[in-house]
């Protein structure tokens, strides 16, 4: 069984990494039994190298970078990190499976992960704020200087200024607009048949299933005011397709 690593929080489905959510939705439609193991996300670089797991990524300055989501597969005894390289990684070991990412569509997802994030994440300091409030305190403080070096202000300052939020809601909006109008035809007509990319779940379809778990899980779940307020957008576009995709979206 693959052990999918993660950060621990005290949200709905106890997860909140748009890259992990990607994993686990590919894991989930493929089928492939797994687990999820939460790191300490204040020690992950110490845990994984305790774990024999290899780097996301070698920065620029040549000093490795470990992350999360990584797997670790006892059938081939492989251990990868980065959302990508997994997903590839389970593409060709299970080929049997329904395969996620399309020959020859690297440049396109790289492009349309890029756009999608940056309509989603005008919503980060309404999760971050989520966040800071579940998770232990020593993470919550990382994620508390994030917010506040992004947002400019205090966390405290923030919460008890109803404009701000109100502000951040309305880029959101018109963010998500934006997007919407990607998955229309000139004339207004709907390009879902019924995925992104045709009949088959893709990456692209990760890529926002993945975005809107952490839409979803950090503004308080489905039952929450913030998940409520995204499903109205857009003619209900956002809410028809995370119900969709909820079914992949099962934490095991």
Request: net charge negative; hydrophobic share 40%; proline share 7%.
């Amino acid at each position: 069984m693959i052990t999918l690593y993660d950060f621990a929080i005290n949200a709905p489905n106890k997860s909140i990494s748009p890259f992990t959510w990607r994993v686990r939705l590919a894991l989930n439609i493929k089928g492939i039994k797994h687990q999820t193991q939460s790191l300490d996300f204040t020690k992950i670089e110490e845990q994984c190298k305790e774990l024999g797991i290899p780097p996301s990524e070698i920065k620029p300055d040549g000093k490795p970078f470990y992350s999360v989501p990584a797997i670790y597969d006892p059938s081939t005894n492989t251990r990868i990190s980065d959302s990508l390289k997994i997903i590839e990684y389970l593409d060709k070991t299970y080929p049997d499976t329904p395969q996620i990412i399309i020959p020859g569509t690297s440049i396109l997802n790289a492009s349309f992960s890029w756009a999608i994030g940056k309509s989603v994440f005008t919503l980060f300091p309404l999760v971050a704020s989520y966040i800071i409030s579940h998770t232990p305190p020593e993470a919550s403080s990382i994620f508390r200087k994030r917010f506040e070096g992004r947002v400019k202000v205090t966390l405290e300052e923030f919460e008890n200024d109803k404009a701000l939020p109100a502000k951040i809601w309305a880029e959101g909006e018109e963010a998500f607009t934006t997007a919407s109008a990607w998955f229309k035809t000139s004339d207004g007509q709907d390009r879902l048949q019924p995925w992104i990319m045709g009949q088959d779940i893709t990456f692209a379809d990760l890529i926002v299933g993945a975005g809107l778990a952490w839409a979803v899980y950090g503004t308080g779940g489905e039952d929450g005011e913030g998940w409520k307020r995204i499903a109205g957008w857009d003619d209900g576009r956002w809410k028809a397709f995370w119900d969709k995709m909820k079914p992949y979206a099962i934490v095991y």
